[in-house]
């Protein structure tokens, strides 16, 4: 099994619904550690109710990003992780971080991307006028939210939505399909390539498609 070290900003359903599909035998994965930049994330007492070791790392603790990030990839080395599932973790991450987990780090986004990146993803879609919404479980690499997709979700817009109620939709996606992305990957049937190409094999594809 991957061993997985999940970040987490808020409350980490998310990171509940990798740990869940981690209790299965048969899932190719576990989450051994959760760390958070806020001490406050309800992220970080649903770990502890899984018995998940937990650790936060606060920006403000830091004189710069860079001894944040310094700190944060000790604590990494000393696990000595697979993969790293980004999962509510509102903070950028550098070129250097990213290069010393390349094609190991994941992230979900509530949006179709590349539509949306970054903030108020659910507002600006519906001020967009699309019909339909959803999330992507993507590799990371430097630009913002711009990694190569592993797995997608579509929900529909509704007349009158609200961010918060197209939010909650998403949500409700977000959570499986974040556990078959993390399968796929932490399987090897998906693989980013070191020139950010994404290796498919045929007999996972089918797996991504929801
Ligand atoms: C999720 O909707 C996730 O996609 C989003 O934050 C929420 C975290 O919820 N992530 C981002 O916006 C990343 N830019 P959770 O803490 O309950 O998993």
């Known amino acids: 099994r991957k061993r997985v070290v999940a970040f987490v900003s808020g409350g980490g359903s998310n990171m509940l619904a990798l740990a869940r599909a981690c209790e299965a035998a048969d899932y190719p994965a576990e989450i051994v550690a959760v760390f958070s930049d806020k001490p406050e994330a309800g992220g970080l007492a649903k770990a502890q109710a899984l018995r998940i070791p937990t650790r936060v790392f ?3 603790a830091f004189g710069s990003k860079a001894e944040h990030e310094a700190a944060i990839l000790a604590a990494l080395a000393e696990i000595g992780p697979d993969l790293i599932c980004l999962a509510g973790y509102m903070r950028l991450l550098s070129g250097d971080f990213i290069r010393a987990y390349e094609g190991k780090i994941l992230n979900i986004h509530p949006s179709l991307l590349p539509l949306f ?3 108020h993803t659910h507002q ?3 001020d967009a006028g699309m019909k339909v919404a959803g999330c992507t479980v993507h590799f990371v690499t430097e630009g913002m939210d711009e990694g190569p997709v592993i797995a997608q979700a579509v929900v529909p817009v509704l ?3 609200t961010a918060e109620a197209l939010a909650a939709r ?3 996606v977000e959570h499986q399909t974040y556990a078959a992305a993390l399968k796929l990957v932490a399987s090897g ?3 980013m390539r ?3 190409s ?3 094999l045929a007999s996972e594809t089918d797996a991504n498609v929801r």
Do not use: M, N, Q, Y
């Open 124 to 126: 600006r879609a519906i």
């Open 159 to 161: 007349i009158d939505d």
């Open 117 to 119: 990146p970054g903030l």
């Open 194 to 196: 070191a020139d950010g």
């Open 58 to 60: 606060e920006r403000k």
């Open 170 to 172: 998403v949500l409700t």
């Open 189 to 191: 049937g998906v693989t």
């Open 198 to 200: 994404v290796e498919r």
